[in-house]
Structures are given as structure tokens and as C-alpha cells.
């Protein structure tokens, strides 16, 4: 009878064996899974300052978790990016000048939907096979992390209505200074792709080991503009 309910004697000693080693597995296997969480659960929240000529201005990147990528949250748009920050989606808000704007991605082409500057809007863009990248920094930082040393993809203007292609081409590593402190970089020279490319270009110098932007310089306008220079807030 004692066998049979497991009370004292050679059944009750295995089972006490049983259940220490099942505890022991599953507090094992919980130290496993805490120590290879993922930080991509933290909201990210990047600082710059953008300077052009005279003029300056503190400029904010709010990335969130979105699935395996990222919800990137500004004043007046939203986009939603993969987790090689291609863009998925783009929405872009501004009641004050009668827009409000959505760009998707579908197979080889961008829908955009909604009015622009008060006008109806419905247009496809073909893509020709490249990824799009609305953001083109984080595209950058991707390519850095990656180890690649050249990337092509598209990014929207919908202020001419034109979808861009562009190419980044990794530069090595140089020293930049930003407010006095000196940092190694990862230098990566963007311009416009094809027969286009000596009509514009930008230097970018990212960390070496997150990619994140540290430092860049283009001329945004006619001969004779001014550069703008953005550098990350410490």
C-alpha cells in the first residue's frame, strides 16, 4: 500500500528526484531566455543638431518596436520600417498645408494615396527592384552594421513627385570632431544614382559598431547654399 501511494521507500525517492530536476530544468531554461532577451523592446530617442549657415536647430528621432522592426514618430509623419529599415509604409500629415499623404509598398512599386498641398492624389511609383528608404540615415546605418560595402535603393520626394534611387558607398574609417570630442567613424558617401550622381552628394560619418549617425554634410539647394551640417547630441 505504501509502494503504491508513493510514500516513503524507493518510489517515493524518485519521485522526489523527478520533481527537483523538472524545477531545475525550467529555472534553467528562464535564466536562458532573460539573458538573450532582445533590447529592441527600448524605445530609442536620438538628438541632433542641424545647422545651416546662421541657422540652428535641435532635431529629435523617435524610434519605436514595431514587430521585428521599428515605428519611427515625427511632427508631421509616421513610417513604419523593417528590420533592415527599408520602409513599409509612410505617413505624412501637415493640416496647415492640406496634406495628408500615404505611401505603401507593394510589389516593385509605391502606392501613394490622400492629397498633397490641398490637391487628390493617387499615383504609383515603380521601384525597379530596390528597397525603399524614406529614411535614408537609417538606411546608412543598416549598410554599416551589415559590412556591406555598397547599397542602392529609393527614397520618395513628394515634393517634386519623383521617386530617387540612390547609391552609398562605404569610405573607411576617419576621425570627425563634434563639439570638441574626437570619434572614429565609419564614413559613408551618398549620392543621387546613375547619370544623376554628380548633381548631389553627402558625406555621412556613423559609430563603427551601432551604426547610429553621428556626423554629416550636403548642400541642400542651389550653387552657393550654404552646407548643412548635422551632428548627434551627446
Keep these: 500500500m505504501i509502494r503504491e501511494l508513493g510514500m516513503g521507500g524507493q518510489p517515493a525517492r524518485r519521485a522526489r528526484r523527478e520533481r527537483?530536476?523538472?524545477?531545475?530544468?525550467?529555472?534553467?531554461?528562464?535564466?536562458?531566455?532573460?539573458?538573450t532577451w532582445s533590447p529592441l523592446a527600448a524605445e530609442e530617442i536620438r538628438q541632433y543638431r542641424k545647422t545651416t549657415g546662421d541657422r540652428s536647430v535641435l532635431t529629435e528621432l523617435r524610434l519605436v518596436p514595431e514587430g521585428t522592426g521599428w515605428r519611427?514618430?515625427?511632427?508631421?509623419?509616421?513610417?513604419?520600417?523593417?528590420?533592415?529599415?527599408?520602409?513599409?509604409?509612410?505617413?505624412?500629415?501637415?493640416p496647415g498645408a492640406g496634406t495628408d499623404l500615404l505611401v505603401t509598398a507593394g510589389a516593385g512599386v509605391l502606392h501613394a494615396e490622400g492629397r498633397l498641398?490641398?490637391?487628390?492624389?493617387?499615383?504609383?511609383?515603380?521601384?525597379?527592384g530596390l528597397p525603399w528608404a524614406q529614411n535614408q540615415e537609417l538606411?546608412?546605418?543598416w549598410l554599416v552594421r551589415s559590412g556591406l560595402e555598397r547599397t542602392v535603393f529609393c527614397?520618395?520626394?513628394?515634393g517634386s513627385m519623383t521617386l530617387y534611387e540612390f547609391e552609398a558607398t562605404a569610405r573607411g574609417r576617419?576621425?570627425?570632431?563634434?563639439?570638441?570630442?574626437?570619434?572614429?567613424?565609419?564614413?559613408?558617401?551618398?549620392?543621387?544614382?546613375?547619370?544623376?550622381?554628380?548633381?548631389?552628394?553627402?558625406?555621412?560619418?556613423?559609430?563603427?559598431?551601432?551604426?547610429?549617425?553621428?556626423?554629416?554634410?550636403?548642400?541642400?539647394?542651389?550653387?552657393?547654399?550654404?552646407p548643412t551640417v548635422v551632428e548627434a547630441v551627446f
Excluded at 523538472?22 to 531566455?33: A, E, K, R, S, T
Design 174 to 226: 576617419e576621425l570627425v570632431s563634434i563639439n570638441g570630442r574626437n570619434f572614429t567613424a565609419s564614413k559613408v558617401h551618398l549620392n543621387l544614382n546613375g547619370l544623376l550622381a554628380p548633381f548631389w552628394g553627402a558625406d555621412y560619418w556613423l559609430d563603427p559598431l551601432t551604426g547610429h549617425l553621428l556626423k554629416s554634410r550636403a548642400i541642400n539647394g542651389h550653387p552657393g547654399t550654404p
Design 117 to 128: 498641398r490641398g490637391k487628390s492624389l493617387s499615383r504609383e511609383f515603380p521601384t525597379n
Design 72 to 94: 519611427e514618430i515625427g511632427e508631421h509623419s509616421e513610417l513604419v520600417e523593417n528590420a533592415d529599415f527599408a520602409t513599409l509604409y509612410w505617413e505624412w500629415r501637415d
Design 20 to 35: 527537483h530536476l523538472h524545477c531545475l530544468i525550467l529555472g534553467v531554461m528562464f535564466c536562458f531566455l532573460f539573458s
Design 139 to 141: 538606411r546608412l546605418e
Design 155 to 158: 527614397s520618395f520626394d513628394p
